[in-house]
């Protein structure tokens, strides 16, 4: 997505040949404008596709999946990755790895919110090696529901996670695929 790529070029930094800090306009601030717009082209790009509900983790892929949810008028659900005394014991987890924090984590969907059968889009701002979207995958699954596809902003092609979902036969959708942020240069994949 060229808007999506430009305002990648214009506001993101890089922080290092890992790591594309996108904090003023995707995952602190929100450039809504662009999300709407980033929603909509998702949305396109999965049309056909039944899509009982849409599932990300807290906190930052909740804008564009709540977007997308929003246009298709279907419920948005948030895996928490630390479980609240609110949320009961009655809930699907599985295990996950941050990067960005460098620590091992349990992420967790109470079981009211995924049912057996249901068509499941997941949603992220950004996809590396694919642990955390593995891990959503594996709580669809155990729920008897089945991942429709992923849909995301931003994909750093360099870490391998949406090559190794798409060949797991997984639809993988980005808007706009980073393969490289050597030397300080973003460079997108073609």
């Known amino acids: 997505m060229e808007a999506l790529k430009k305002k990648i070029l214009e506001k993101g930094i890089v922080v290092d040949e890992h790591t594309l800090k ?7 601030q929100l450039d809504t404008s662009l999300i709407s717009s980033m929603a909509e082209e998702l949305i396109r790009r999965y049309a056909g596709t039944p899509i009982h509900r849409v599932l990300t983790i807290e906190s930052s892929g909740i804008p564009l999946a709540f977007m997308i949810g ?9 895996a928490k990755k630390s479980k609240p005394s609110t949320l009961s014991s009655n809930c699907y987890s599985a295990e996950s790895y941050s990067f ?6 349990t992420m967790s969907v109470s079981r ?4 057996q059968g249901e068509e499941i889009l997941i949603v992220d701002d950004f996809l590396a090696g694919g642990n955390a979207v593995s891990a959503l995958i594996e709580i669809i ?17 360099f870490q391998g996670g949406g090559d190794s979902l798409r060949k797991a036969g997984i639809p993988v959708e980005s808007l706009a695929i980073i393969e490289s942020l050597a030397k300080g240069v973003i460079r997108f994949r073609e």
Do not use: C, M, Q, W
């Open 141 to 157: 699954r155990e729920a008897g529901a089945h991942p429709v596809g992923v849909a995301i902003a931003v994909e750093k092609g």
């Open 100 to 105: 960005t924090r460098k620590s091992p984590y």
């Open 70 to 78: 929003y246009f298709l008028r279907i419920p948005v659900v948030f």
């Open 112 to 115: 009211d919110f995924i049912h």
């Open 22 to 28: 996108v904090d003023s306009f995707l995952n602190h």
